[in-house]
């Protein structure tokens, strides 16, 4: 073990001795992007040392530690308050407590108490009280055009929502591909309509598994990224067992389970309002243990002394799965490709330094959720107001050698489109398919990588991709199936959009989407889609 970290520590010294050379050229800084550059780099950033790259571990804070290194040998500052590259993120490992946490039901007829992890699931991301007046809305689809409105004439705004599991017959309309997300975000659609919980009743399979194995509800360790607060949550969502449907909905267990009946036979159940019963949901978490991750953000300052208070954002994550089942996933797409793209980019403006400064952020914990970008947007070291424009690489190393899909430049600013396609006309000519940027696009890649935490704070985005590949999260995604030359080309064009971007008079205009007018502004409630 000591002669490998001495071994990695050996390989980074000798790798920014070699590439860390400044460049003295009036030749435009997209010709240091080199395909040799970007192979040496990810040939470290890929490699089996560093155990694919998990967040947390010790091989992410030594990738963390290279790309400092590296940044700072161009010109590049440390952009946080306590002089590092380092944006620390603090992780929590956090479980319920069995003794703090409990469901009571309250009608004119008194009280009935029931216990976690017995009776009913709970969350550590649901921490808190949570009480109002019981309404059932059946099986909480919400469809009008399809026919089908459980919460036609039901107000659940401030309640707490009671709706059947299960499913719909194979063969009904609804239980469909187009329609499956409309079953699946029931709960976020009352929660959207402003309840404060759901409670779900588990399936008559699920409730006969727990019965014949005599089990209870998981109670599972949490890892919750960034700033915890165990008072902070605004909405409950769990499971329970047949025994508090009964109570909750004034009924038997046989009655609940011909609910199910009429659920799985296709028929709809009337919606029903409990004037005077509520339900009281207390969570209480624990912290068991705590950890720590971070951004390696980094600054150049602009040329204009005016303008370099603004800034054009680079991302990537450089983390990825890290070693499961004893192998080591290296993650040389995902995303080594886009990590060392930011590299030869920050060199590149080190020769040609534009107007606005720019920051390049290497961003953590993408595979756990846009942790990272969730957490800068979130906890900003420059104000959100004063970015023009994020754009990000994620998967930039495969497929076809002339295709680049295109996702985003145009949902906020028409400016950064044109611009996107401008530079690629002019500089790089490559193939620009815009098939994911379909709002309607089934795989939502707009919101599956880091660039969508700015895009939610009204910053024009744009994301360079190549599309997934049969590699995609797997242990053969490694650095010999790499098209260096295609990254060489998508990392200058890259470059390129975000030197014209740094170099306009003024920010770029928000003027493609009705509902985005200004910068720092939260749009979009943050969601993991993953």
């Known amino acids: 073990m000591v002669y490998r970290k001495s071994a990695v520590y050996c390989i980074v010294v000798l790798l920014i001795v070699c590439l860390a050379v400044p460049v003295y050229s009036q030749d435009s800084g997209a010709k240091t992007i080199t395909a040799a550059e970007l192979n040496t780099h990810l040939t470290f ?26 940044v700072e040998s161009y010109g590049f500052k440390p952009l946080m308050p306590d002089g590092t590259f380092f944006q620390k993120i603090p992780i929590y490992y956090v479980n319920v407590s069995e003794t703090g946490t409990n469901l009571t039901v309250k009608s004119s007829s008194g009280a009935q108490s ?15 009280f949570f009480s109002g007046e019981v309404v059932f809305v059946g099986f909480g689809l919400s469809a009008p055009d399809l026919d089908w409105d459980d919460y036609s004439n039901i107000n659940v705004y401030g309640k707490v929502v009671i709706m059947l599991g299960g499913q719909l017959p194979p063969d009904h309309p609804l239980n469909t591909r187009e329609n499956l997300r409309l079953i699946s975000r029931r709960s976020n659609v009352a929660q959207e309509r402003g309840a404060i919980a759901v409670l779900t009743v588990q399936s008559p399979p699920e409730e006969e598994g727990m019965i014949e194995a005599n089990e209870n509800f998981p109670n599972r360790e949490s890892t919750v990224y960034g700033d915890f607060n165990p008072e902070n949550a605004a909405f409950f969502s769990g499971n329970v067992r047949h025994n508090v449907a009964a109570a909750l909905l004034d009924c038997d267990e046989d009655a609940v389970a011909d609910m199910f009946e009429q659920i799985s036979r296709g028929e709809r159940i009337p919606g029903k309002s409990f004037t005077g019963k509520t339900a009281e949901i207390v969570v209480e ?28 954002v680079y991302g990537a994550h450089y983390d990825h799965l890290g070693v499961r089942n004893q192998q080591v996933y290296n993650g040389a797409d995902d995303d080594g490709s886009g990590t060392v793209a930011l590299l030869e980019i920050a060199q590149a403006f080190y020769v040609d330094r534009p107007r606005r400064s720019i920051i390049i952020n290497w961003h953590t914990g993408e595979e756990k ?26 998967m930039i190393g495969r497929n076809d050698p002339e295709t680049v899909f295109v996702i985003g430049p145009g949902r906020i600013s028409t400016e950064l489109d044109g611009i996107t396609r401008d530079m690629n006309n002019k500089h790089i000519k490559m193939n620009l398919d815009y098939k994911y940027d379909a709002p309607d696009d089934p795989n939502r890649y707009y919101n599956r990588s880091d660039h969508y935490m700015y895009a939610q704070w009204g910053i024009p985005i744009v994301f360079l991709f190549t599309d997934v590949h049969e590699d995609y999260h797997r242990v053969t995604d490694t650095i010999d199936k790499i098209d260096f030359s295609k990254m060489e080309r998508i990392a200058k064009l890259a470059y390129y959009i975000g030197f014209e971007v740094a170099g306009k008079d003024e920010l770029l205009k928000l003027d493609a989407d009705p509902n985005i007018t200004v910068r720092g502004k939260l749009y979009t409630p943050s969601q993991r889609i993953r």
């Not at 846009?370 to 754009?391: D, M």
């Open 45 to 70: 950033i890929a490699s089996d040392e560093l155990k694919g790259r998990n967040t947390p571990s010790p091989e992410l804070k030594i990738a963390a530690k290279y790309l400092a290194t590296v």
């Open 114 to 128: 029931f216990s976690f992890p017995e009776d009913f699931s709970a969350s550590t991301r649901s921490n808190g």
């Open 285 to 312: 978490s624990h912290i068991i243990g705590v950890d720590q991750t971070q951004n390696v953000v980094a600054v150049i300052e602009g040329s204009d002394p005016v303008l370099k208070n603004e800034y054009v």
């Open 369 to 394: 959720g846009l942790v990272g970008a969730r957490y800068f947007t979130s906890n900003p070291p420059v104000p959100l107001e004063k970015i023009s424009a994020q754009i990000n690489m994620d």
